[in-house]
């Protein structure tokens, strides 16, 4: 049998954790409040944000943060890639401008767990490897689908592929994969009635009953409490049960 690793253990008191961020930061947000919520309940073990960090130094997530008091790091991805003359796909670039990254997160805390809560650029091996089964992210689909594409939104894809209804899904981030094994999916959102041409609302109703939900139960509900862990096999357990592919069913849409 693999060897199963927590990819937290709690010992009553928070979790650290990192917030990478490049656009609004709602899901951001969405973790903040319920660690405020925490807090205010006399709970031990819980996320608590200990630093933003941008590559998009003004975005509104970094000023999201600031208002929070939350420390917060930034270091431009396109000041330094055009410093260096590189594409930003450049995977030595990519690994350069990352390992600055890690300095500059390890000069502030040692983070338990990186959220990329919309964050815009492809993390390099370096980083992963350094972080090994402890970034997660958010894809607002289910990333078990076949017809998955990249740069297409995941409700377009869902309404051409059929779908009435649509979830979210909170990953490890693996090296060398789109996406890593699911740690847990949203409720199904409704897709009835609604066409393409409401991509809007459908990606609001994604947000509000999806991602603002999913991601704090992940990150506070299930891996800041020491409920799941992982194998060499990258097969995932939810208090000691292995998972399906889609991961933890998160059925209770009040949650």
Request: proline fraction near 5%; hydrophobic fraction near 35%; charged fraction near 30%.
């Amino acid at each position: 049998m693999s060897e199963i690793k927590l990819l937290h253990k709690p010992d009553n008191k928070p979790m650290s954790v990192a917030v990478f961020v490049s656009g609004s930061g709602t899901n951001l947000l969405a973790l903040y409040e319920e660690q405020k919520r925490l807090e205010r309940s006399g709970e031990t073990n819980y996320g608590r944000i200990d630093l933003v960090f941008s590559n998009v130094p003004n975005c509104i997530g970094i000023e999201k943060a600031k208002g929070f008091g939350i420390p917060v790091l930034t270091l431009s991805s396109k000041a330094y890639f055009e410093s260096l003359q590189k594409s930003p796909d450049d995977d030595e670039a990519r690994e350069l401008y990352d390992s600055e990254v890690i300095k500059l997160i390890e000069e502030k805390c040692k983070a338990d767990l990186i959220v990329l809560a919309g964050y815009r650029r492809r993390l390099s091996r370096l980083f992963i490897e350094k972080y090994e089964n402890k970034i997660i992210n958010l894809y607002p689909g289910d990333i078990t689908k076949p017809y998955l594409i990249r740069g297409v939104e995941a409700a377009i894809q869902a309404l051409r592929a059929g779908e009435k209804e649509i979830k979210c899904t909170v990953y490890i981030v693996v090296d060398g994969e789109r996406f890593g094994p699911a740690l847990v999916q949203s409720h199904p959102i409704s897709l009835d009635g609604f066409g393409e041409k409401d991509i809007e609302k459908i990606q609001e109703n994604i947000r509000k009953e999806a991602e603002w939900r999913i991601f704090p139960f992940a990150v506070h509900h299930l891996i800041a409490k020491g409920r799941i862990a992982i194998d060499k096999g990258q097969n995932i357990y939810v208090d000691g049960k292995r998972m399906p592919r889609s991961g933890f069913q998160l059925t209770n849409p009040g949650i």
